[in-house]
C-alpha cells in the first residue's frame, strides 16, 4: 500500500488497483446482501420440504398401521368363520352318527 491509499496488485492478479467508490462499495454490499438473502431463502425452503417430508412420512406411517391393523382384523374373522364352519361340520357330522344309531327300546 504506497502513501495515497492505493493497494498494490497483489502476485495473482487479486486485489485493488485503488480504492473502491462509495458507489462501488456499495454495488458489492448489495450484491453480498442479495446473495445472503438467496441463502436464507434455500434454507427457508429447505426447512419447510423437510418438514413436508416428515408429515408424509408420519401419514404413510399411519396408514401402513391401519392397513396392518385391517389385515389383522380381517384374518381374525377368517379364522373364526373358518372355526365357525368346522364346528358346524363337526357338529353335522355328530348328528348324522347319533341319527344313525339304532335305537334302543325302552
Not at 438467496?38 to 427457508?44: C, L, T
Not at 404413510?60 to 368346522?86: D, G, K
Request: charged share 25%.
Amino acid at each position: 500500500m504506497t502513501g495515497r491509499g492505493v493497494l498494490e496488485e497483489k502476485g495473482c492478479g487479486m486485489g485493488w488497483m485503488r480504492y473502491p467508490t462509495s458507489q462501488e462499495f456499495h454495488d458489492l454490499a448489495n450484491v453480498t446482501q442479495a446473495m445472503i438473502w438467496k441463502g436464507v431463502a434455500a434454507i427457508s425452503r429447505a426447512r419447510i420440504d423437510i418438514a413436508q417430508t416428515r408429515l408424509l412420512r408420519e401419514e404413510t406411517r399411519e396408514l401402513r398401521l391401519q392397513a396392518q391393523e385391517a389385515r389383522t382384523r380381517s384374518e381374525a374373522h377368517a379364522v373364526r368363520a373358518a372355526y365357525s364352519a368346522e364346528r358346524a361340520h363337526l357338529a353335522a357330522e355328530w348328528v348324522a352318527c347319533v341319527a344313525a344309531r339304532p335305537r334302543l327300546r325302552a
